[in-house]
């Protein structure tokens, strides 16, 4: 039996807060079924940047963006079920916390001032968050037939993102000869 797809593209900038209403009221206005929803986009090392909404770019786009799409797409995806969300996330959460020096969960940590931005820590946060927002997406959700998962996608592929910092491109090249190769 041979299927035919049809594939349709929809931009979406998870940098802006306005794109990612835009792409949800966009594919709702398709009114198609969500099945399977994947967050995977990141960045890691960027510089220290403000996005338009006035957050730092890595917790924005690693974290929120995200987090904003599925809220914005959940009720499609009660509508599909059976559905999934998958959070790609990464090992690099174990290395950090989001509290401060008294245990209490710091909010301030997530979307640092420059002067405490260290690019880095700024990802692990991040890729925290995906796991904590995953288990809780999960918890909530479930029990409407929606399962959420966050998955660690294994050893880091070889790829430029060592180009923002010198000590990226020398863990790069300490760890390459125990990753994936796109080649």
Wanted: charged share 15%.
């Amino acid at each position: 039996m041979q299927h035919k797809a049809k594939v349709e593209a929809l931009s979406l900038d998870l940098a802006s807060l306005r794109s990612v209403q835009s792409f949800a009221e966009a594919f709702k206005g398709r009114n198609l079924p969500l099945h399977i929803l994947i967050c995977n986009a990141a960045v890691l090392g960027v510089p220290w940047q403000i996005t338009e909404d006035g957050l730092e770019m890595t917790f924005q786009v690693n974290h929120l963006g995200h987090f904003y799409l599925v809220s914005l797409l959940q009720d499609v995806l009660r509508h599909s079920i059976p559905s999934r969300v998958v959070v790609v996330s990464s090992e690099s959460h174990r290395f950090t916390e989001i509290k401060d020096s008294l245990g209490k969960p710091d909010l301030n940590l997530l979307s640092p001032l420059k002067e405490h931005y260290w690019a880095m820590l700024a990802y692990n946060r991040s890729k925290l968050c995906n796991i904590l927002f995953s288990k809780e997406l999960n918890h909530r959700l479930s029990p409407h037939g929606v399962t959420s998962n966050a998955v660690h996608p294994g050893n880091m592929m070889y790829s430029s993102i060592h180009r923002y910092w010198w000590g990226y491109r020398l863990l790069f090249a300490l760890v390459r000869p125990f990753t994936k190769s796109m080649g």
